[in-house]
């Protein structure tokens, strides 16, 4: 493991940026939510994290980061996920996740030099409220993407009444989506492709510049710890051995050359790569 990665492993990320050809791909920090290990990843046991405290905070939790992913080719710019929106929840006994807490999204677009408003479109991974926030806040904030189109996949918008966002919400910016299938590109360089599982429509999006290739994998996987244990599965998981298939397929191409991965909740290690033979989460220098 790299020097350094360790208190990487279990930290919130802040802003980060690569190059991809003549795309430029920006981690957009909205916030951050801790999960419960066991109660996240029911399958695992007290041993197993034992093995594996780096993954872990003082609080004995995982960190998961929040936010979007920002491609930007010249003057135009996509989203990838729209964070969690102004909210802050303190931690409930009774449920997998600890305290969270969203809303610097549109800070740190100021901060790398992009408004809100000229974001042509926001394509979603899923309609999970933590990647919906901003497009309808729920503490009745106007939001700053209101001028952005939706992008989400046809399975998932056809089966919305799965997701945790607010149907309120859902209603609030339903004028603005606009379904996309599989293979689609719907930015230069950016591909839709469907990989039911986590949700009944979720989309990982594969994009690709200058003989390079990042896999924006959403939701598919929660944690680099799934990419040595494919296997396991979220709480949320709508069809957990369909999701695991999905992981281990995205951990194969991972491996390949020239593809790196961009994962939204792993913690401070979100761009990186995979080692092939005995797979680990290599992230990306900065």
């Known amino acids: 493991m790299p020097t350094g990665t360790r208190n990487r492993l279990a930290a919130e990320a802040g802003i980060s940026s690569i ?6 791909v920006s981690y957009v920090p909205d916030g951050a939510v801790e999960l419960k290990p066991r ?7 007290d041993a197993f994290w034992a093995d594996r405290p780096e993954y872990l905070n003082a609080a004995g939790n ?16 996509l989203l990838i996920d729209a964070g969690v929106g102004p909210l802050a929840w303190p931690d409930d ?7 969270l807490r969203g809303g610097a999204l549109p800070a ?18 899923h309609l999970h409220v933590d990647h919906t926030g901003w497009l309808w806040p729920a503490t009745g904030a106007p939001s700053p993407l209101a001028g952005a189109e939706v992008l989400v996949s046809g399975p ?20 603005r989506v606009r379904t996309v299938a599989d293979g689609e590109e719907v930015f230069p360089g ?34 680099p710890v799934q990419i040595a244990h494919p296997e396991i599965s979220a709480v949320f998981d709508h069809d957990g051995e ?20 961009f994962g939204g909740h792993f913690a401070d290690v979100q761009f990186g790569r995979v080692a092939p033979g005995a797979p680990a989460w290599l992230p990306e220098p900065r």
């Open 190 to 223: 950016v591909r839709v492709r469907t990989t039911a599982g986590h949700t009944a429509g979720h989309t990982v999006y594969e994009i690709t510049s200058g003989g390079r290739r990042l896999l924006a994998f959403g939701d598919a996987l929660h944690s």
């Open 62 to 77: 995982l960190v998961a980061s929040i936010g979007g992913l920002l491609v930007e080719h010249g003057d135009r710019a």
């Open 242 to 261: 369909l999701a695991a298939d999905v992981r281990r397929g995205l951990v194969a191409e991972l491996a390949g050359p020239d593809t790196i991965g």
């Open 108 to 125: 740190s677009l100021a901060a790398l030099g992009r408004d809100p408003a000229a974001i042509e479109a926001v394509a979603i991974t």
């Open 156 to 175: 998932e918008w056809e089966h919305r009444e799965l997701s945790d966002t607010d149907p309120a919400a859902l209603d609030g910016f339903a004028g």
């Open 19 to 24: 190059r991809l050809g003549d795309l430029t």
């Open 39 to 45: 109660a996240w990843f029911p399958a695992t046991t």
């Open 93 to 99: 006994p009774a449920r997998p996740i600890g305290v």
